[in-house]
């Protein structure tokens, strides 16, 4: 078993405290508008975290929209004919799963940026095949209602968020201190390293593929609850494939707490900035984050593990 560090305890603690007691923090007036800040955020930790786990085999996926709209649009779907909302819920997950073993089959054999560009066409195959279905049943390029999950309320949704967030910081936890985790770092080294090994690349690259799509999918469902209101442009866009590998390479990849980390640490830096510098806070947010990765290349998480050495 990998034992945690000190310091992984420590900030694993404090954010879990944060998280489980943020609603009922004393911000006034602001209470609402940081409630859904933090639920995205929430969200982002989920996709930033979920992606990691694929990218411990050494893979660059760009398909993370595709898992995370098919989770919306499933639930969205399914919930407009009727469909009890766990029920929507839990297939919305299995039917990003079941797609990531169709595109995983044909495409794992691909390394490097050959995998990164057949990942990036699904997600726009993908996207373009929901613009193009009948209006009456995914909404067409305008977009579908969403039904929000326990009646809208900010607070469970909110709840809803973090119990999902628990239940990924688990499955990575489980990742790292199985098997899975020494095939998939034989993996990363080189697929010859880990044929030598015994290990079948294609097997566990394909198992890691389909835990990240599943847990993706249950995180596009909680951002479709959340918006009430979903586009394939916005939902599909390529900028949520690229936030959850920023996210993840700025708080440190192949950890477990690095990618939550990651994404708390920058989508509180993007919010800030956007309230400071309002027209050009993107080009900033950018030259902060390129100097990170060029000067922290293990992410926060190197960064504190090395001052604690």
């Known amino acids: 078993m990998i034992r945690p560090s000190p310091i992984s305890t420590v900030l694993s603690v404090v954010l879990g405290v944060l998280a489980l007691t943020f609603p009922f923090l004393p911000l006034g007036d602001q209470a609402a508008f940081m409630l859904q800040i933090a639920n995205f955020t929430v969200i982002t930790a989920v996709l930033s975290l979920s992606w990691d786990i694929l990218a411990r085999t050494g893979q660059l996926s760009l398909a993370h929209a595709a898992f995370y709209g098919i989770g919306a649009y499933s639930y969205t779907i399914l919930m407009a004919h ?15 799963g079941l797609l990531s073993l169709i595109l995983g089959a044909v495409t794992l054999r691909l390394q490097g940026m050959y995998f990164a560009i057949a990942t990036l066409a699904f997600t726009e195959v993908i996207k373009t095949v929901i613009q193009n279905l009948p209006d009456t049943f995914a909404g067409g390029a305008t977009g579908m209602l969403v039904p929000a999950l326990f009646g809208g309320q900010p607070n469970l949704q909110y709840y809803a968020a973090v119990v999902l967030l628990a239940l990924t910081l688990l499955v990575s936890i489980w990742v790292r201190n199985s098997k899975l985790h020494y095939a998939f770092t034989a993996i990363r080294q080189g697929e010859q390293v880990a044929k030598v090994l015994g290990v079948s690349a294609s097997r566990y690259k394909l198992l890691a593929f389909f835990i990240s799509s599943v847990l993706a999918g249950f995180a596009g469902v909680l951002y479709a609850s959340k918006t009430f209101f979903i586009i394939p442009a916005e939902t599909f866009s390529l900028s949520v494939s690229v936030s959850s590998l920023t996210t993840a390479i700025f708080g440190g990849l ?56």
């Open 254 to 309: 192949y950890t477990t707490l690095g990618p939550v980390i990651g994404s708390v640490v920058l989508t509180v830096l993007e919010e800030l900035l956007r309230l400071k510098i309002p027209n050009g806070y993107l080009v900033v947010y950018g030259v902060m984050l390129v100097l990170t990765i060029l000067y922290l290349p293990r992410g926060i998480m190197g960064l504190l593990e090395r001052k604690k050495a």
């Open 82 to 96: 009727a469909a009890p909302w766990w029920l929507a819920v839990l297939l919305s997950g299995l039917i990003a």
